[in-house]
Nanobody
Framework: QVQLVESGGGLVQADGSLRLSCAAS????????MGWFRQAAGKEREFVAS????????SYADSVKGRFTISRDNAKNTVYLQMNSLKPEDTAVYYC????????????????????WGQGTQVTVSS
């Protein structure tokens, strides 16, 4: 069982930056690929970024590529999402998630393949 708690959301102006953090409970954090998803009002949850267990592999949605960076610190049981050049269309509730994977380099981009989810943190970007 893994419990995930996101933090770092808030209100920011367009072109600003935020860094989201997701702290995981337990001592098995390094066994999971991690991901960030987001859900805007009235829309389905969508993939944002994923990072492998080792941190060596990452994947991004086209809409955030070049602006967002996912990273992890296995010693701190934490995954981060650095968001730069934010746009109003980035406004959403952001969720972190953990996926059980057998390899160190696998990233996971599909919602259904994630086993654990956080409660979400709101990010609002004003124009």
């Amino acid at each position: 069982q893994v419990q995930l708690v996101e933090s770092g959301g808030g209100l920011v102006q367009a072109d600003g930056s935020l860094r989201l953090s997701c702290a995981a409970s337990g001592r098995t954090f390094s066994r999971y690929a991690m991901g960030w998803f987001r859900q805007a009002a009235g829309k389905e949850r969508e993939f944002v970024a994923s990072i492998s267990r080792s941190g060596a592999s990452t994947s991004y949605a086209d809409s955030v590529k070049g602006r967002f960076t996912i990273s992890r610190d296995n010693a701190k049981n934490t995954v981060y999402l650095q968001m730069n050049s934010l746009k109003p269309e980035d406004t959403a509730v952001y969720y972190c998630a953990a996926a059980t994977t057998s390899t160190l380099l696998s990233v996971v981009v599909t919602t259904n393949n994630y086993d654990y989810w956080g409660q979400g943190t709101q990010v609002t970007v004003s124009s």
